[in-house]
C-alpha cells in the first residue's frame, strides 16, 4: 500500500509560479510511475504530468507543456510538479498519482493522494 501526500498548492496571480510536491510512504518510489493530475470545478479529472519510476522519462498533456516541470528525488521519496506562467485556467485540484510499471496519460492508477487546491487569480 502506497500513501501519498501533497502539498504546494494555494493561491497565485496569473504569470505566477507553484511548486507541488507529493511523497510516499509505505512503499519506494522507485517501484512506481507517477502522475499528477487535475480536476477544475465542473470538468472532468485529467492527466498534467507524469514521470516513469527511475525519472528518466517525462509526459506532458499539451496544455502544460512547456510551462510544468515533472520531477522525482528518489532519495526523499518525493514527486514535484513546477508550475510556471500560470493562467487562470489551470486552477484545479491537483492529485498527486502512482501506478506500477509505466506512465498512463489517463486516469488508471492505483494510488491516489488527497488532493491540493491551486487557485489562479487574474
Known amino acids: 500500500q502506497v500513501r501519498l501526500v501533497e502539498s504546494g498548492g494555494g493561491l497565485v496571480q496569473a504569470g505566477g509560479s507553484l511548486r507541488l510536491s507529493c511523497t510516499a510512504f509505505g512503499r519506494t518510489l522507485s517501484n512506481y510511475a507517477m502522475g499528477w493530475l487535475r480536476q477544475a470545478p465542473g470538468k472532468e479529472r485529467e492527466f498534467v504530468a507524469g514521470?516513469?519510476?527511475?525519472?528518466?522519462?517525462?509526459y506532458y498533456a499539451n496544455a502544460v507543456n512547456g510551462r510544468f516541470t515533472i520531477s522525482s528525488d528518489n532519495a526523499k521519496n518525493t514527486v514535484y510538479l513546477q508550475m510556471d506562467s500560470l493562467k487562470l485556467e489551470d486552477t484545479a485540484v491537483y492529485y498527486c498519482?502512482?501506478?506500477?510499471?509505466?506512465?498512463?496519460?489517463?486516469?488508471?492508477?492505483?494510488?491516489w493522494g488527497q488532493g491540493t487546491q491551486v487557485t489562479v487569480s487574474s
Open positions: 514521470i516513469n519510476n527511475n525519472g528518466r522519462s517525462t
Open positions: 498519482a502512482a501506478r506500477p510499471g509505466g506512465v498512463v496519460t489517463g486516469l488508471a492508477y492505483n494510488y
